[in-house]
């Protein structure tokens, strides 16, 4: 039985904070959950994934964020208790879904889990989501532990019911991936059936209706907040007179301060749980008892304004500060040492930090930077598509998955990046504007989200670029995930379709499709300069499962390599490939048989033919 699905309450058991979360979605009876994966998020899917296969919980990979919003809005309002997941810029992408969503509201209990990334540790931004609870008016919670973050999802649906609203739920990496003891609740039996009642004049967003609907919502927040100023999640705790707000994570980190700089009867702390709306009575009342004021928030100074604002409407002339060049910055994450540091400044207590051991003596630790796997096709694919287009002044956009890390030396093949898609629709504008030849690189996980309105762009307008893509039959970056064009029956699953990214990319009407397998290297040169060659939108289709992928379904079959007594130390194999198994020993190159796959690419690239395969591992 998968674990969270245990029916013991008052249990304790150890749980990552994604499991955590998904837990407390079971303690409320969730009956639907959707997601697109992304990091930090991703393992609140699997175990969703998991539970599916055991219990009457409907779980799907959705095409992308947007989609995942619009399963659940429906099941929402169809009287069933359902949960989106994505990571912090995924809910960009679902943002057209979720702003009229909070017009129209929900019937169930529905809510949103959006898990932010400080200091960028799997993302392409650090952005704040605290601001979506403001442009959507709806409520945002934020749990600081993952024993609370299993409790705060089972209220997060109550007060969805309770305002007929979503609830975003925010989380952060530090939680996310933390681990602690997790006391287990009762479970709810969920409601998996359900039943739409038709109410056009109050569902379907035409002006007439929204304009009606906007005043429905600024009555919620109007709930909200009186909610909010009632919350245990909105808490004090102390009495002196010096006052700290804070959230989430950094709840933590203030509350070990105060313990470490012995300021337990100066301070007094403002844990803030529901930061949308945020509580304004209890921050107003918190600081009248108040000399001074710190807030303590990672990422944009959201409550910094709010509390400010507060002061300034009562009057108030205290010093309050967060965000400040001597204080706290916008970027990256918090740690304990930085805020007791920044305590200890802003109070004017006297605090000497730790001495800092002398490590001068030791050597440098050696860098390991990101890098595709051994074996991976994305790196036969990119050494393919660079000799392919020698000679020729290319741009070369990249999209988000495993593939962007060949913007890496020395395959070097990723110029620009800025979202998921982005690299067909960017493909488009360079085309336009530059004489030189463009060549975009996207998965197949990626492509499915939100590649094919950029191809259908790039078609109907005739541009001129040739758009690779990396199909590698799952979503690799992310844990190996399933996407529409997986075949499901390798994991033993039935009731799926399979969509073939071919027949799309023909059906758009992109008149020049080629197909290869990467690691028949020659062959794949031949096709994609076939491709670059071509007037108008061209595409390659490089068809090869992930190593890892293959490896966890048993079907990775190749035998290791080894470099025989023929070479001659030219070191094309790491200089133009940079494969991870290989390595330099006694100024030779080696591979490591326990970490080549066995996929060829180094031995066909080899001047001297000196790489051939192992008869068996030592």
């Not at 969730?30 to 991703?42: F, K």
């Not at 960009?92 to 169930?108: C, P, R, S």
């Not at 470099?563 to 030219?570: G, L, P, R, T």
């Amino acid at each position: 039985m998968q674990k969270l699905l245990s029916d013991s309450p008052g249990k304790k058991v150890l749980m990552l904070g994604n499991e955590a979360i998904a837990r407390g979605a079971i303690e409320a009876g969730v009956a639907v959950a959707t997601t697109y994966p992304g990091t930090p998020s991703s393992e609140i899917s699997l175990n969703f994934f998991q539970i599916a296969q055991e219990s009457d919980l409907y779980f799907e990979y959705s095409t992308n964020e947007k989609v995942a919003l619009e399963v659940v809005a429906a099941a929402a309002n169809s009287g069933v208790r359902s949960m989106c997941v994505m990571k912090h810029v995924g809910l960009n992408v679902a943002a057209d879904a979720l702003m009229t969503l909070a017009y129209v509201g929900v019937k169930a209990g529905l809510v949103i889990v959006t898990a932010d990334d400080p200091y960028m540790f799997s993302s392409q931004n650090e952005q704040d989501n605290r601001y979506y609870g403001k442009l959507s008016g709806l409520p945002i919670m934020e749990p600081s532990s993952v024993e609370e973050a299993k409790d705060m999802v089972v209220f997060a649906f109550e007060l969805s019911e309770k305002l007929q609203e979503p609830v975003i739920f925010r989380t952060t990496t530090r939680l996310n991936h933390s681990t602690a003891a997790v006391v287990l609740g009762n479970i709810r039996k969920p409601c998996i059936e359900g039943g739409f009642a038709k109410d056009p004049f109050n569902y379907v967003t035409v002006p007439a209706v929204s304009r009606k609907l906007h005043v429905k919502l600024l009555q919620n927040i109007e709930k909200a907040k009186n909610i909010g100023e009632h919350s245990k999640y909105n808490f004090v705790v102390g009495n002196g007179t010096w006052g700290v707000i804070c959230n989430g994570v950094s709840y933590n980190y203030v509350a070990d301060a105060v313990k470490d700089l012995k300021l337990e009867s100066a301070v007094k702390i403002l844990r803030i749980g529901i930061s949308h709306p945020m509580p304004q009575t209890l921050i107003k009342k918190f600081l009248k008892d108040c000399e001074k004021v710190l807030v303590v928030e990672e990422g944009e100074p959201y409550m910094e304004e709010a509390v400010k604002s507060f002061a300034q409407e009562e009057r108030l002339t205290l010093p309050i500060m967060g965000k400040a060049d001597e204080l706290f910055s916008r970027l990256y994450e918090f740690n304990p040492g930085l805020v007791r540091q920044c305590m200890a400044k802003y109070f004017n207590v006297t605090y000497t930090p730790a001495e800092i051991p002398d490590l001068s003596d030791l050597p440098e630790l050696p860098q390991r930077p990101p890098n595709l796997c051994a074996g991976c096709s994305h790196r036969a694919t990119f050494y393919a598509v660079k000799k392919a287009s020698e000679g020729l002044n290319t741009i070369c956009p990249n999209d988000i998955g495993c593939y962007t890390l060949g913007f890496l030396p020395p395959l070097s093949m990723g110029d620009f990046l800025i979202c998921m898609g982005s690299s067909v629709g960017t493909s488009c504008g360079f085309s336009k504007v530059t004489d030189r030849k463009v060549i975009a690189f996207i998965g197949d996980s990626t492509f499915f989200h939100s590649g094919i309105p950029g191809l259908i762009n790039a078609v109907f307008n005739n541009h001129n670029f040739t758009l690779v893509i990396l199909d590698n039959g799952t979503t690799a970056m992310t844990g190996h995930q399933p996407n529409p064009g997986v075949d499901m029956q390798n994991l033993n699953l039935s009731g799926y379709g399979r969509v073939s990214i071919e027949e799309i990319v023909k059906a758009i009407g992109v008149s020049l499709v080629k197909i290869i397998k990467p690691f028949n290297v020659k062959k794949s040169i031949r096709s994609i300069k076939e491709a670059l060659s071509f007037k108008g939108v061209s595409v390659v289709i490089s068809k090869e499962m992930c190593p890892l992928y293959a490896k966890s379904l048993k079907k990775l079959k190749g035998k290791p390599f080894y470099v025989s007594e023929k070479c001659k130390n030219h070191r094309q194999c790491i200089n133009q490939l940079a494969c991870p198994a290989f390595f330099i020993k006694n100024d030779r190159v080696q591979i490591d048989p326990f970490m080549c796959v066995g996929c060829s690419l180094c031995a066909q690239i080899c001047p001297e033919n000196a790489i051939l395969p192992l008869k068996e591992r030592s």
